[in-house]
């Protein structure tokens, strides 16, 4: 294959994974979207998060399954190391190491070059992809990685201005119902005064990890592991939506009265696009509500 057809080929890729993170909504299927495309500038990535007050591995590709799992239970400090440094730097792109440097351990073969890619929201970085090569006959591009993480942070800001949106015109809707019924109770009536509740956090990386299989894997049926990926992200968004439904639910043990009408509405939207799988695909579905809504507790629904 010519230089050039191999240049044009990475460049159809790269049009192809932008198109795809322009077409998610949630986090989970835009985080995804960005690991999955890293396969036009590197052979291996990783994304960490920013999750209470540290670095934390979500998923990677290119790995193997040991590493990979290593990764997601990966931790690294928010005030030291490669992954602050580079959260530190305000207008990086993307870095290599430098003397004294290293990338996050995590069981991974030794690399002979690593860059790490800040995605920013709101001017602050809330992951960092870490793309790696281990020959350098093989695909690398920061450049290539470069743009999907643009790609993927504006997506991510979309997403949270429209939460907030949803966030502000509800509480204008309470506002205006309280408004609306200005005559003040009856002290008879014995209603105690309940303080409204805090609108959920609006946390762009507020979601579980990918814990899919990457394609091709020998033994896996390409559809349904599709389709159990498709189900976490359901049930991912189900709970960035509702979280304060999700913990009273849990304490309660009702979450099936209190997300109900949501429930239906992924069932819906998981029928809809995996038809073909009847019964066995509603219960990878009923299996992602158990693990991502009710802490794995399926008695909570």
Known sequence: MSRETATLETLETLDRKIADLASFVSPSEIFRALLEGTVVGAPCAAIFLMREGHW????SIGYS?????SQRRATAPADSGWLAALAA?????WRPLTTGESVPDFGQPHAIEAVGLPVRVGGKAVAILIAERRAAEEAWSPAALAILCQAA????ELDLAWRRLKTQAAGTAVHAT?????????????LPEVAPAEPAATSPTELAPWIGVAAGTPGVDPRREE???YARLIATDIRLYNEEAVIVGRRQRDLSRRLGEQFQRGRDAFLHRFPDLGPDGMKLLDDAYTQVLAGGDASLI
């Open 56 to 59: 934390k591995g979500w998923s």
């Open 65 to 69: 399954a040991a590493a990979a799992q």
């Open 89 to 93: 730097e305000d207008h990086v792109r």
């Open 153 to 156: 942070r504006l997506r991510l």
């Open 178 to 190: 309280a408004t609306s019924d200005a005559s003040p109770p009856s002290p008879a009536a014995g």
């Open 227 to 229: 389709a159990r990926r």
